[in-house]
């Protein structure tokens, strides 16, 4: 696991520089990304060569966790995972992770703005949980050989730096609010993993070898076969273009072991749905990508009869903004949406509601988590809110007419998957 004290210290540069230098060395990388996370699994994505799955004890649970874990372990050389905000933060926290499948932690610590004391936070990493083991270290952002020997020489004995990365900002990714900007929006993206990766190299000799750890066979499979597939020729139409692209490689692998079969289109380009019995909205930037959406007329009108003929629909997120009335950008203007929805959205500087969510539906529990920048104002009642494990404030609205479900809940469709395919399966409730 590649861990860190807290968010904005370069885990995803250095997960992604370790995947992609172990991929030029012809090795089999896979990656993993710890708890509720749409755009770091894209870079990382792009820099092993294969999707990128969440481990989240939350959303998923243990045997979930442990069968994607064990299914990696039998087919890849390494299996790298990245940390969520700071080891220890959170219910469930990437310590909790690391400590329930034995992973040991490379811990980053950004060491821009620190001497000695870097020494002194990498031993309280090392040292605060005794289930959790911290097998070395990871000086980010040193400004001279000068400063990483001093850092280095701070670490206590037994607690190796494994590299010392030098400040450079032609190796830093851009950000945009929800985190990084996302891959498919950056052409140089695979030059500068080659370099992340070269840099790494630099710093550690090419030598850095995790040692083998054992992992016992999976208590479950991270999917149990169904009997029956209830969502059997069913196709589904998802929306996936640079507007709408939050989407859990494992929900798409939930709904095809419910027997649907996903097939994409873009509301930005195309001019109307793919032959379908169900449609999914998910979750992205429909605010930066408004004016397209707002122009084209004939998407609308496809997404509006497709409602009308009260067909399935779920809309999280980005999707339910697209649904709207209206939505309106940080710069003050007001975009018609498609109007299948009442209700108006308006972006704000800052989040506006974040935190995991467990949402009871008349089709069983749901897990997901919930992180946006809007605000709505409708005047549809909610059939149900979400609650938050960790007694957070939010607690996110579902709303329903018909077959359609909306809310700013991203859902984790491997949470129940019986309930998924019941908000996916056409015909009457």
């Known amino acids: 696991m590649v861990s860190a004290p807290a968010s904005g210290q370069g885990k995803t ?9 172990n991929v030029r060395r012809g090795r089999r ?16 994505a792009r820099a092993c060569g294969g999707p990128v799955h969440q481990l989240d004890l939350f959303m998923g649970g243990l045997a979930h966790c442990r069968g ?33 499948f034995g992973l ?20 309280g990493l090392a040292t605060f949980r005794g289930d959790t083991r911290v ?10 050989p000068g400063h990483a020997r001093m850092v280095g020489e701070s670490l206590p004995a037994g607690l190796p730096l494994v590299a010392a990365l030098r400040r450079d900002t032609e190796l830093s990714l851009p950000e945009r609010h929800l985190g990084l900007v996302q891959a498919m929006e950056l052409p140089e993206l695979d030059a500068l993993l080659d370099r992340w990766a070269h840099a790494w190299d630099d710093a550690t000799g090419g030598a850095f070898e995790p040692s083998p750890i054992a992992f016992e066979a999976p208590m479950g499979e991270a999917m149990p076969p169904f009997a029956e597939r209830p969502l ?69 009108r496809a997404i509006r009869h497709h409602v009308a003929q009260d067909k399935p629909v779920l809309a999280e997120c980005g999707g339910l903004l697209y649904l709207l009335e209206s939505l309106t950008d940080v710069a003050g203007q007001r975009h018609a949406m498609v109007g299948a929805l009442p209700g108006h959205a308006v972006m704000r500087q800052r989040f506006a509601a974040l935190g995991l969510q467990a949402v009871t539906l008349p089709e069983g529990e749901l ?25 957070g404030s939010t607690a996110e609205a579902v709303y329903r007419q018909g077959r359609l479900t909306a809310s700013y809940i991203h859902h984790y469709f491997a949470s129940n998957p ?6 996916f399966r056409p015909g009457a409730h």
């Open 29 to 44: 990388v896979c990656v993993f990304k710890t708890g509720p996370d749409f755009i770091d699994p894209m870079i990382l």
């Open 68 to 100: 994607l874990l064990h299914a990696a372990a039998a087919s890849a050389d390494l299996v790298l995972v990245e940390g969520v905000m700071g080891l220890f933060d959170g219910q469930p926290s990437s310590a909790d992770l690391a400590s329930a």
């Open 135 to 144: 097998m070395g270290v990871v000086a980010n952002r040193v400004g001279s």
């Open 13 to 21: 540069s250095v997960t992604a520089a370790i995947a992609r230098a």
């Open 418 to 423: 019986r309930a998924t395919a019941a908000l």
């Open 232 to 300: 059997d020729g069913v196709r589904i139409a998802v929306a996936n273009d640079p507007a709408f692209s939050f989407i859990y490689p494992a929900n798409l692998d939930v709904l095809r072991q419910l027997g649907a079969e996903p097939v994409f289109f873009s509301p930005l380009t195309d001019a109307a749905l793919p032959s379908c019995e169900a449609l999914w909205l998910p979750g992205g930037y429909p605010e930066l990508h408004a004016p397209a959406l707002s122009g084209n007329a004939a998407m609308g």
């Open 367 to 391: 897990r997901g988590h919930s992180f946006h920048y809007s605000t709505l104002s409708t005047e549809m009642q909610p059939v149900a809110r979400g609650r938050n494990p960790n007694g």
């Open 104 to 123: 040991p932690v490379l811990a980053v610590i950004d060491a821009s703005a620190m001497a000695q004391t870097f020494g002194a936070l990498a031993h």
